[in-house]
């Protein structure tokens, strides 16, 4: 039996082998091509039904635990938290921040400036140019002063505003700083000058901007910790 399984077998396989070589190729590669989307198509299926599941069922699922969650919080949170004045205390906690970044920033600019003052004393004295150093602080300070005068006269707006009238110590401090900075394209003479004319001109600016704050008595703190009450 063993035999005659052995000389059918090898018969059969030879007439499949024959009948495929018979055929045309056309056909055994659409057939191929069939296969082959078949297992690309299947895979992309499977995939689409997985993703529409998660995003059409487990999503809705946990936003339902979440306010669930939320909501038996609630219920257990004391009655003197959900009392409490979180928006007040909000506002409150910004105008201090605000508070105390203004006091910082105020801190460092006049830090930055005496430094830098230090700075050109000692480079004017290492450069035998030490008399320039008076001439130029008084020059600065005459010249902040005009420049006051002439534009509380062109806007005569400013008189008795406090807002405006930092807006325009700032633009003041503003024309110095760039004044230093272009000093160093000078010769050595003028740039002393210049390096001291703006350093006299940002001190006459400190001491206009402290004069006006002293002048609104201090309305911003004020208005701060009225804000407490």
Known sequence: MALLASSVLPSALNIKVKRFEHEPSSQ???FLLQLNCHRRVSPKCGMKITTARFQFG????????????????????????????????ENLLLQRLLFVGKKALKLSVVTFFVLSCLSDFIYSISRNQEL??????IVGCLMTDFLKETSQEAFRSFEGKG????????????????????????????RVFLLHVANG????VLWLWRSLLEENGGRDGGNLFSMQD
Do not use: C
């Open 28 to 30: 055994l590669h659409g």
């Open 163 to 190: 807002l405006k009238m930092k807006w325009l110590l700032m633009a003041m401090g503003g024309f110095f700083a760039v004044v230093k900075f272009v000093s160093t394209y000078f010769a050595m003479r003028t």
């Open 132 to 137: 320039i150093i008076p001439f130029g602080l």
């Open 58 to 89: 487990e999503p809705n699922k946990i936003k339902e635990q979440l306010n669930f969650i939320k909501e038996r919080l609630w219920e257990k949170t004391p009655d003197a938290v959900k009392d409490f004045p979180w928006k007040k205390a």
């Open 201 to 204: 001109g940002l001190m006459q």
